[in-house]
């Protein structure tokens, strides 16, 4: 008897670390979408679709700042290629499916790229942002 309840977690265990895993194709089209708001400087936009994490971090103003320079500094993308996927759940504060992916993204001057992304029902939210480039200190 003592199997069935162990069964039972094991089935929620699986079915629960699937969200991250099912919401891999929304965030890479969320990534592409995020690139043509970047190119656009569609600030706006990219704000009322970040998460409210994303947006409890910073303010609205600093997160258009921060943008704009990074495109200012390494243009528009000219390719984009995932080198990377994580997918985790996370309880307790902050609870969610959450999909980490890198990205080895050429700009007119720039490099890699790191998207995080909460999931949401059928769709994502971006999180976090990161993007590593020496043309952000040099330019």
């Known amino acids: 008897m003592r199997l069935v309840p162990a069964l039972a977690l094991v089935a929620m265990i699986v079915v629960s670390a699937c969200g991250g895993f099912a919401a ?17 400087e569609r600030w706006d936009e990219m704000w009322e ?7 409890g971090s910073t303010t609205r103003a600093k997160f258009t ?3 704009a320079a990074i495109h200012r500094k390494l ?6 290629k995932q080198t990377g996927f994580f997918s985790r759940d996370q309880v307790g504060t902050n609870a969610g499916s959450y999909v980490e992916m890198t990205y080895e993204t050429e700009f007119a001057e720039g490099r890699t790229e790191k998207f995080n992304w909460r999931v949401y029902g059928q769709g994502v939210r971006l999180v976090g942002y990161n993007v590593n480039s020496s043309a952000l200190i040099t330019n």
């Open 65 to 67: 700042e921060l943008f």
């Open 75 to 80: 243009g528009n993308v000219t390719s984009s």
């Open 49 to 55: 679709e970040a998460d409210d994490l994303f947006k």
């Open 24 to 40: 891999k194709g929304t965030a890479e089209d969320a990534v592409a979408r995020f690139h043509q708001q970047l190119d656009g």
